[in-house]
């Protein structure tokens, strides 16, 4: 029984994590624009998604290959810059299919944004997020960029890959 890793991202924060997590647990990483990046060939899958303007980055990908994805045990891995909360878990839900949030655990982690890489359309949308924002922490961010991207924060997804493992390992051959 196997595993892979398939990733989304737009900025880059979410392919260093799962490169990280690959890294770390020997688990092949597809980023999901890939061609070869087939879901159907693995067991149990870890999805890591970049949050974007409230939603998934992963979410039409794994709409695409809901079939080969719904009933295999997952991990996802959300990229925000908001923290875990309520809001967070609400965007996680409504970006996908009521089908495949059963049979998944959701970890989430905390990306980068630095308004300078940002194209001038962007840059704008920030700054007027960040004036309207009645959240000051939060409206500062948006205006200057923050900075959460943190390895140690994929210790808990590279345990449960250890269980998805063990669970999947063989049973001991007699003698
Ligand atoms: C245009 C844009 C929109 C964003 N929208 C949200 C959002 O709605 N909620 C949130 O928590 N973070 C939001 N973020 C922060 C991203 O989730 C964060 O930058 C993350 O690291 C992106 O992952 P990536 O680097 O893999 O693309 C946004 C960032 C950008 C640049």
Not at 116 to 139: E, T, V, Y
């Amino acid at each position: 029984m196997s595993g892979a890793i398939f990733f989304s991202t737009k900025h880059g924060s979410t392919a260093e994590y799962a490169n990280w997590i690959g890294e770390a647990s020997g688990l092949p990483v597809f980023d999901v624009n890939d061609t070869n990046a087939d879901p159907s060939k693995y067991d149990f899958l870890v999805l890591g998604s970049a949050l974007i303007f409230y939603k998934l980055t992963i979410r039409r990908w794994a709409k695409a290959n809901l079939a080969d994805i719904a009933h295999k045990s997952k991990i996802l891995f959300s990229v925000s810059g908001a923290g875990d909360s309520p809001k967070l878990q609400r965007w996680v839900a409504a970006s996908l299919p009521e089908k495949l949030l059963s049979k998944m655990d959701h970890v989430a982690l905390r990306g980068r944004m630095d308004p300078k890489k940002l194209n001038w359309a962007l840059r704008l949308i920030m700054r007027i997020g960040a004036f309207l924002n009645p959240d000051p922490r939060a409206s500062k961010e948006e205006r200057v960029g923050f900075d959460y991207v943190d390895r140690s924060s994929i210790e808990p997804i590279l345990k449960m890959i250890e269980q998805h493992q063990s669970k999947f390992a063989p049973a001991d051959m007699p003698n």
